[in-house]
């Protein structure tokens, strides 16, 4: 790949921009990386395994004359991220995030944004349940996807180079409106992750089944949902509260499957289970072909040696 940006900024140092600078380095997509994070412990760590070309003390030195500002940081951050910063954005510069709710970021970034400066959001669909700057590496946008979120009246040339540097991270673009992406999101990703933590609730309230038999014997679903409720729970508490109205929707849904499901197993009803079992497993396949996962036993995971 040849150089996108001169510069570019990143907010926040945690899984997503450590990783946006490892593979911003691997295939040479920007002359300079700075980085800037909240506490002086993780500047620190940043310095300490060569994360950015420079960590900087202020957010103001960190963007100052970038071309390209990331913003890494929880949903309920951005506002205050977004007004911090905007004195400092240089003319023509594109400020974007990496925000799992949009239209939330959309409506606390956009009004700080200078007229001269190009606000493209964003959303990569990567991650591990890891967090903190030791936690990124160079692979985790490879061949998934990134939902680009252009505003009403994005500039062309802006949103281009936008595209073309997820491209080069590995990724594979799409672009999306806001409000479907929430929805979308709910379904895929943030009712997910909330059924996990209660599932994971309801085991540890179920003092009929103890700590120790959980722990022993998760090697199925269980062990699992313990890997999705081990996320950054200042990212999810955030999510969840910036996308409510679809992740409500979705959660009624559920609930009326759920009874469903309930009352198929109360009247005996084996056929109705096989086939709603048939197609959840076709779903299951899809994401196999389309890349998405592995179909190695096990989700993939090497035996214990």
């Known amino acids: 790949m040849t150089q996108i ?4 900024a990143l907010v926040g140092l945690g899984l997503i921009a450590s990783s946006m600078f490892w593979g911003i380095k691997r ?4 002359g300079h990386v700075s980085g800037y994070a909240r506490s002086p412990e993780t500047r620190q760590t940043a310095r300490d395994i060569g994360l950015c070309d420079t960590v900087c003390d202020t957010l103001g030195d960190a963007v100052q004359d970038a071309d390209l500002v990331v913003l ?4 309920g951050a951005m506002d205050d991220v977004a007004r911090d910063i905007a004195p400092f954005l240089k003319s023509n510069a594109t400020v974007s995030d990496v925000g799992s709710v949009k239209r939330a970021v959309i409506d606390a970034v956009q009004p700080h944004m200078p007229p001269d400066v190009h606000f493209i959001p964003a959303h990569p669909l990567a991650g591990t349940e890891q967090s903190g700057p030791t936690s990124g590496f160079a692979e985790l946008f490879d061949n998934r996807f990134c939902l680009i979120v252009p505003l009403e009246n994005t500039d062309p040339a802006a949103l281009h180079r936008l595209k073309k540097l997820w491209q080069g991270l590995g990724s594979m673009v799409e672009t999306m409106d806001p409000d479907h992406h929430d929805l979308v999101l709910a379904v895929t990703s943030h009712t997910p992750h909330l059924i996990a933590y209660t599932m994971v609730g309801v085991a540890d309230d179920l003092r009929r089944v ?11 679903g269980f062990r699992d949902f313990t890997r999705i409720a081990a996320s950054d729970p200042v990212m999810w508490r955030d999510v969840f509260l910036t996308n ?8 009624g849904r559920f609930t009326e499957e759920l009874f469903a499901l309930q009352r198929a197993i109360r009247t005996g009803d084996g056929q109705a289970l096989h086939d709603y079992f048939t197609h959840t497993r076709a779903i299951r396949r899809g994401i196999i072909e389309a890349g998405q996962d592995t179909d190695a036993p096990n989700f993939g995971r090497a035996p214990k040696k």
């Open 244 to 251: 409510k109205d679809a992740t409500l929707e979705i959660l």
């Open 72 to 75: 890494c940081v929880p949903v």
């Open 210 to 220: 103890t700590d120790s038999e959980v722990i022993k014997y998760s090697a199925a």
């Open 5 to 8: 940006y001169d510069k570019v």
């Open 27 to 30: 295939a040479g997509l920007a």
